[in-house]
């Protein structure tokens, strides 16, 4: 990566690459560090509008991958609104100790906000376990999507997606 240091131009790609792509691929294009980006970019007051972080996370998985989704979150999962530093988001977990069930998670569901956490176990014995989060409100269409084969969990998600609308109007 580069040193911290951003010409001009360097502030100009930035703002224009920024529109269109989520950061950690502004990023990559750059050859920066995201932590870097990150930092420049809230320095310079960059923002995205709801509506274009909407955009970049369009829903693409089957109506198969939907319902077995919702058969692990209603199952193994959590569905809230939670406090992340200063902002509050919407947030999915599902909790797994099987590496196939988490990298199917990874190939189906990709994006911003993304990710798979590895727990270990605490002292001795007992399995790793994994942790697959889905957070923000650029994913409205995704709990919209998944609300109708949730048994269990539907109320839960319902009040994620009264909150993610609200906090989009």
């Known amino acids: 990566p580069k040193p911290n240091t951003y010409t001009p131009e360097d502030l100009e790609i930035l ?43 369009p829903l693409t998985a089957t109506p198969e991958q939907l319902a077995y989704t919702a058969g692990m979150i209603d199952g193994e999962g959590t569905v809230s609104i939670r406090r ?50 889905i957070e923000g409100l650029g994913y409205l269409s995704l709990y919209m999507a998944l609300l109708p084969y949730l048994v269990i969990k539907g109320p839960q998600m319902e009040c994620l997606i009264e909150f993610t609308k609200l906090r989009l109007s």
């Open 84 to 133: 992340l530093r200063r902002h509050i988001k919407p947030h999915i977990r599902i909790a797994n100790s099987s590496v196939p069930v988490m990298d199917w998670f990874s190939a189906v569901f990709t994006g911003p906000s993304v990710f798979i956490e590895k727990r270990r176990p605490k002292g001795s014995g007992g399995l790793t376990h994994y942790m697959f989060h």
């Open 15 to 57: 703002s224009r690459l920024y529109e269109t792509m989520t950061l950690a691929e502004v990023a990559k294009s750059m050859g920066r560090t995201y932590g870097s980006v990150l930092r420049r970019k809230h320095q310079m007051g960059i923002t995205k509008s709801f509506s274009q972080i909407v955009q970049m996370n």
